[in-house]
Structure formats: C-alpha cells, structure tokens
C-alpha cells in the first residue's frame, strides 16, 4: 500500500493490484481462556487480501489519528479497510466528510435526524443539520491493529 492522500489528519491509501497473499490457515479456533491440547496441525490457506475484501476497487485503506472511536476497537493509528459499495446502515461505523472534515464515527438516526456518534465519553456527537455538506465515503468492513505498533505507544 502506498499513502495517496493526506487530508484532516487520516492518510489515505491505494491497494495496488497484486497477486492473492495466501497465509497458513488454522480452522481450530484459538482458545483465549486456558490453553487447549492437541488440535496442531494446518488444514488449509486463506488469502488475506480476500478475507479483508481488498480485491474490489470499491475498497481503500485509512489510517485513524485520534481516539473517539476506541470503545468501538478503532484505536488511534489502526488501519480501517472501507467499502464505498456497501450502503450505510444505522450504527454503522462510516468514515464520513461533514462541512469538508473527514472524520470516522458510528451513523445513528434519531429522532433529532442523523447524527454521529464517537466510541469515546470524551467526544460530543455530532448532530448532521439541515445544509451541512455530509458524504458519508464508506462503511468500514475491518479494522487492522498493528500490536507491535500499539505496544510502541504504551
């Protein structure tokens, strides 16, 4: 991925065409509470380009600068995978532009109209008013969490 564009504090990337990226795959699920014996073995591939939906050109790559959507598992500088073919549903998380600032929060529709809500009790939600210039850019499909990257930070 290279960085394609740079606007209100999200980079934003091109997927380059490639060949499928097949990794081992291991269909036992992992056990998070006390560790399971035997059940060792690889059964088949997946191909992780495939599995994150980054083979269709309705799909690009941000990265998040900030913490207002943390309580929904987007930490600041994790990478969200968004669709432009998906359509918006309620409570979905969007990456959005409202009066030309992009921004990433959950789509609520309320009774006071449309509004976006932030994952974080530090942030206001953001009420979408009638003339506000709103695009909603795309749904997010997955969010990538570099670790090694999150334990840099801490």
Excluded: C
């Excluded at 097949?22 to 191909?47: C, H, N, R, W």
């Excluded at 495939?50 to 990478?79: C, I, T, W």
């Amino acid at each position: 991925m290279r960085i394609v564009a740079r606007q209100d504090g999200l980079q934003f990337y091109a997927i380059e065409e490639t060949e499928n990226l097949p990794l081992p795959y291991i269909s036992t699920p992992v056990k998070a509470g006390f560790p399971s014996p035997a059940q060792d073995f690889m059964e088949e591939d997946i191909d992780l380009v495939a599995f994150l939906g980054m083979n269709k050109p309705s799909v690009y790559v941000v990265r998040v600068d900030g913490n207002s959507m943390q309580d929904e598992h987007v930490p600041d500088n994790s990478y969200l995978v968004v669709d432009r073919s998906l359509k918006p549903q309620p409570h979905d998380i969007v990456v959005a532009v409202l009066n030309g600032e992009f921004t990433v929060k959950t789509l609520v529709k309320s009774t006071a109209g449309w509004m976006l809500y932030p994952a974080n009790a530090m942030y206001n939600p953001i009420i979408i008013r009638e003339g506000d210039d709103f695009q909603v850019w795309g749904v997010v499909a997955q969010v990538i969490i570099d670790r090694k990257e999150m334990r840099k930070r801490h």
